[in-house]
């Protein structure tokens, strides 16, 4: 008979020994303090791990990951912010390829981006986003711009720019803005007892002179996806979006 | 079923396991759920590779430790940088206080190495039998439980608890 090793005594806390080599352990227990203490210590390295990171599970999911999830439908916003004086085309420009971000290299680039934006901004002394808790929260104009800027009294020369709000399933209330100044950000927030949650924050290619005025169409293709995760019934017109304004958002 | 949308709908139901693997190799709550993005962007960027016989959750695992070990790599030193006082640090401002046990954990887990780390997220924390660890990692089993019996060995004298 083989004595019980350290890799036998592994397997058997693992449940990888078949009946008759765990029963052999078994017996083997039951005589040996040494071994049994030994296998106590393994078996409380795998409780320890299992409740360090099962509550895991339990945790609710970040918008930004079951958005990625959602059937691929046709955009259900096609609404034009504001008519610019322009003919309909020029206020329509096509949606950057939605490819661009799947790709895991962009995608990668843009997470890093995304951590890193607090940074960016806040060393400029112009602070647009704030991480709590690992989660981004707007900041500075950019949370001034949502609390206070209407889509329907558009100023073309402040930093953010409002495209669509709307209420969510849930009852809360998002908004999606462009940021024009660089880095050129578009993104999607939502309202929360803690400010202005950032579910979406994505890299925008900056507004040309002249297309700053967006149709929700151009929206990046991840902000979106965001919205279109989010969205039941219509966005907001301009009463409605004055309403929620008033009332704080909420 | 097209392919892609067995895929989807396959990945929203594993979602919660994914987090918490990646949760294991990352460590950090933010650092993982961008890894598990890049994941769900890969696997449906080949959901066409996918075969329907195979188990989903294998082939989703075997594309998050190939991402892990990409970012690893991208970031150059960075699990030699990454001190076992800054992981627990950051494990502590990710969310919740934490109990003082599971910051050692996590502590003890920042310093694994890669190949020790991936095999404990596989087997201890995810639950994969030594074969489908095996099979995930694209080494030998006698591969996956050494690493394991040296992985249990660091983490026991990182905790403390090695008599």
């Known amino acids: ?250 | 079923m097209h392919s892609s949308d067995a895929v989807r709908e396959g990945l929203i139901a594993l979602l919660p396991r994914l987090r918490r693997l990646a949760r294991a190799l990352a460590g950090q709550a933010a650092d993982a759920d961008d890894l598990v993005q890049v994941v769900l962007e890969r696997a449906l960027a080949r959901s066409a590779q996918w075969r329907p016989d195979a188990a989903l959750d294998k082939w989703v695992f075997a594309i998050a430790r190939n991402a892990w070990r990409d970012e690893l790599r991208a970031r150059g030193r960075a699990q030699h940088l990454f001190a076992p006082e800054e992981a627990g640090e950051a494990v502590a401002d990710g969310g919740a206080a934490l109990p003082v046990q599971q910051l050692e954990l996590a502590q003890a887990m920042a310093a694994l190495p890669p190949d020790h780390r991936e095999v404990v997220a596989l087997v201890l924390v995810e639950g994969l039998s030594y074969d489908e660890a095996a099979t995930v990692l694209d080494v030998p089993v006698g591969t996956v439980t050494s690493r394991l019996a040296r992985a249990r060995a660091t983490l026991q004298a990182h905790l403390g608890n090695d008599a």
């Open chain 1, 1 to 250: 008979m083989n004595p019980i090793d350290d890799d036998t005594l592994q397997a058997y806390v693992d449940g990888e020994l078949d009946p008759a080599e765990a029963a052999r352990v078994d017996a083997a227990l039951a005589q040996d303090e040494v071994l049994a203490r030994r296998v106590r210590q393994l078996q409380a390295l795998n409780t320890q791990l299992r409740a360090a990171f099962d509550p895991v599970l339990d945790e609710p999911v970040p918008a930004r990951l079951t958005a990625m999830l959602q059937p691929r439908a046709t955009p259900a916003v096609t609404l034009t912010v504001v008519q610019g004086g322009r003919d309909a085309n020029a206020g329509r420009r096509r949606a950057p390829p939605r490819r661009r971000w799947l790709m895991p290299g962009a995608a990668l680039a843009a997470s890093v981006a995304l951590l890193a934006v607090g940074l960016w901004w806040g060393r400029a002394g112009n602070e647009l986003v704030r991480m709590r808790n690992g989660e981004p929260y707007a900041a500075g104009v950019l949370g001034r711009a949502l609390d206070q800027a209407l889509a329907s009294e558009p100023d073309a020369h402040a930093p953010v720019a409002i495209g669509l709000s709307f209420r969510t399933a849930d009852g809360q209330i998002c908004r999606t803005f462009t940021v024009r100044t660089p880095p050129a950000r578009a993104g999607l927030a939502c309202h929360t007892v803690a400010g202005w949650e950032l579910p979406v924050l994505s890299p925008s290619a900056p507004a040309e002179t002249g297309e700053l005025r967006q149709a929700a169409s151009s929206l990046p293709p991840a902000v979106q996806a965001a919205v279109d995760a989010r969205l039941r019934g219509n966005v907001f017109d301009a009463q409605q979006e004055r309403a929620a304004r008033a009332a704080g958002w909420r």
